[in-house]
C-alpha cells in the first residue's frame, strides 16, 4: 500500500492563484488515476478534478488537475481565487490490490 | 436528481454493532459500483469499502476487514454497511457514494452522511 501526502493548509488571496500538492509514497503516481474532491464545513464533498485533469460538468475552468512523475506528485491549482474556494480539499487514488487511498487533506485559505 | 440519504447511525458502546443503510434514487442504482467513505470528527476521510454493482465483488480498507460487511439490494435500491466489534476509533460520519460509469475509483455523488459514535 502507499500514502498521500497534502500540505496541512495554504492561503492565498483572492484573485491568486494557489497550487495543492499531493504526493505518492512509493509506486508511480502515473500508474492510478487521481482525484480531488473540495468539502466546504459541514458538507459532503464533491468532485473538482477526476482522472487527473478531468473537470466534472459545472466546475469553473479555474480549477485544473496535473500529474508530475518527476516528483511522483499530483498537484490541483486553483487560479483566480475567490473566497468561495475556501474549504478542504483531499487528493484520492487506488493501489494494485484495488484498494482505495485518501490524502489527508488541506484546509485552503483565502484571505 | 441523484439522492443518497443515509440512515442507521447513532450511539454504540464498545464491541456492539449497528447496521448503516443507504437509499439511493434518480438513477439505475444496480448499473454501479457503490462506497461506504468515513470521516472521524475533524479528521480527513477515510475510504471503507466498496461493492460492485451485482454485490459480486467487495472491498474493504484493513482497519475495517472481518468486522465491516457491505451489501446491497437493488431491488430496493438500497446499500448497507454492517458494522460489528465496534471500537471507538469508527467513531466517525459514514458517507456513501456512488462510482461514476464504468469506475469503482471515485466517487460522483455522496450522501450528507450519518454520524456513528462508539462510546460507553
Known amino acids: 500500500n502507499f500514502m498521500l501526502t497534502q500540505p496541512h493548509s495554504v492561503s492565498e488571496s483572492p484573485g491568486k492563484t494557489v497550487t495543492i500538492s499531493c504526493t505518492r509514497s512509493?509506486?508511480?503516481?502515473?500508474?492510478?488515476?487521481v482525484q480531488w474532491y473540495q468539502q466546504r464545513p459541514g458538507s459532503a464533498p464533491t468532485t473538482v478534478i477526476y482522472?487527473?485533469?478531468?473537470?466534472p460538468s459545472g466546475v469553473p475552468d479555474r480549477f485544473s488537475g496535473s500529474i508530475d512523475s518527476s516528483s511522483n506528485s499530483a498537484s490541483l491549482t486553483i487560479s483566480g481565487l475567490k473566497t468561495e474556494d475556501e474549504a478542504d480539499y483531499y487528493c484520492?487514488?487506488?493501489?494494485?490490490?484495488?484498494?482505495?487511498?485518501f490524502g489527508g487533506g488541506t484546509k485552503l485559505t483565502v484571505l | 436528481q441523484v439522492q443518497l440519504v443515509e440512515s442507521g447511525g447513532g450511539l454504540v458502546k464498545p464491541g456492539g454493532s449497528l447496521r448503516l443503510s443507504c437509499a439511493a434514487s434518480?438513477?439505475?442504482?444496480?448499473?454501479?459500483?457503490m462506497s461506504w467513505i468515513r470521516q472521524a470528527p475533524g479528521k480527513g476521510l477515510e475510504w471503507v469499502s466498496y461493492?460492485?454493482?451485482?454485490?459480486?465483488?467487495?472491498n474493504y480498507a484493513d482497519s475495517v476487514k472481518g468486522r465491516f460487511t457491505i451489501s446491497r439490494d437493488n431491488a430496493k435500491n438500497s446499500l448497507y454497511l454492517q458494522m460489528n466489534s465496534l471500537r471507538a476509533e469508527d467513531t466517525a460520519v459514514y458517507y456513501c457514494?456512488?462510482?461514476?460509469?464504468?469506475?469503482?475509483?471515485?466517487?460522483?455523488?455522496w450522501g450528507q452522511g450519518t454520524l456513528v459514535t462508539v462510546s460507553s
Open positions: 457514494a456512488r462510482a461514476p460509469p464504468l469506475t469503482w475509483y471515485e466517487n460522483d455523488y
Open positions: 434518480g438513477f439505475t442504482f444496480s448499473d454501479y459500483y
Open positions: 461493492i460492485s454493482s451485482s454485490s459480486s465483488y467487495t
Open positions: 512509493s509506486g508511480s503516481i502515473a500508474s492510478n488515476y
Open positions: 482522472e487527473d485533469n478531468q473537470r
Open positions: 484520492q487514488s487506488y493501489d494494485s490490490s484495488n484498494l482505495v487511498v
